[in-house]
């Protein structure tokens, strides 16, 4: 998947200078002052006198200055963090609905490896004379799993019950139907789906809430339920500490 690790080096020097210049400044701006005084020379090539003592106005515009900065510092630290929570998030989710790795699609899996469905929708008759199994399926209740806001035309909130991860080469044969009892969902094709790199999410509606209507498979098999969904931020920092 996309490493965002790697952009970790540039963003430690940045920090560390950050940090070399603002905690001292954050102590004692007068420090800052006279040390950066230090390689100040007059056109001879000779040193200027020791820094007048700063006003406490001056005392308090860098103190500012330099707690803006280590907000900034602490930023840059977050910014990455989340941009690898969500990365690792969109590539985990599309692992567990089943994808296959592919170098061109884990680089970017947000875009690339899990994605909301554009014209499949579950709906239609079951036309072949034998069906592929299910693998899984998502219910979704109240919130959106977060993992959702980040990919590509994810699945609207209004009216989904179900989301099934299928892939993308198979996405449209996925047929769901709805009976009093029970909820079947099959891969409407005589031949299993092939390995795939992506998976297309397709959301489904149903006509009452799930209740206890088990969902199940060809022959009538549960369909297990998963719930992939984006790292926590203790987990991110913890790999950003470890370096896993």
């Given at each position: 998947?996309?490493?965002?690790?790697?952009?970790?080096?540039?963003?430690?020097?940045?920090?560390?200078?950050?940090?070399?210049?603002?905690?001292?400044?954050?102590?004692?701006?007068?420090?800052?002052?006279?040390?950066?005084?230090?390689?100040?020379?007059?056109?001879?090539?000779e040193e200027t006198e020791e820094p007048a003592p700063l006003s406490p106005k001056q005392l308090h515009s860098r103190r500012m200055l330099a707690g803006t900065l280590v907000i900034g510092a602490l930023a840059l630290i977050g910014f990455n963090v989340a941009l690898n929570r969500e990365a690792n998030g969109c590539y985990l989710a599309a692992k567990a609905w089943g994808a296959a790795d592919d170098a061109k699609q884990d680089a970017d899996p947000c875009v690339n490896k899990i994605f909301g469905a554009f014209f499949s929708n579950g709906k239609g008759q079951v036309l072949e004379d034998s069906q592929q199994p299910v693998t899984g399926y998502q219910l979704v209740k109240g919130k959106h799993p977060k993992y959702l806001k980040w990919i590509q035309n994810p699945p609207k909130p209004d009216g989904v019950a179900l989301v099934f991860g299928v892939g993308f080469n198979c996405s449209s044969d996925l047929k769901v139907m709805e009976a009093d009892d029970k909820i079947t969902a099959v891969i409407d094709d005589t031949k299993p789906c092939p390995p795939d790199s992506q998976i297309e999410l397709v959301p489904i509606k149903l006509d009452k809430p799930v209740g206890d209507r088990p969902v199940v498979t060809v022959g009538g098999k549960p369909i297990p339920q998963i719930n992939p969904d984006l790292p926590s931020w203790g987990t991110v920092l913890k790999k950003l500490a470890t370096g896993g």
């Open positions: 998947m996309r490493n965002y690790w790697a952009l970790l080096p540039a963003i430690a020097i940045c920090v560390g200078l950050i940090l070399l210049y603002a905690v001292p400044t954050l102590v004692n701006p007068q420090w800052t002052s006279s040390i950066l005084g230090l390689f100040k020379q007059l056109p001879g090539g």
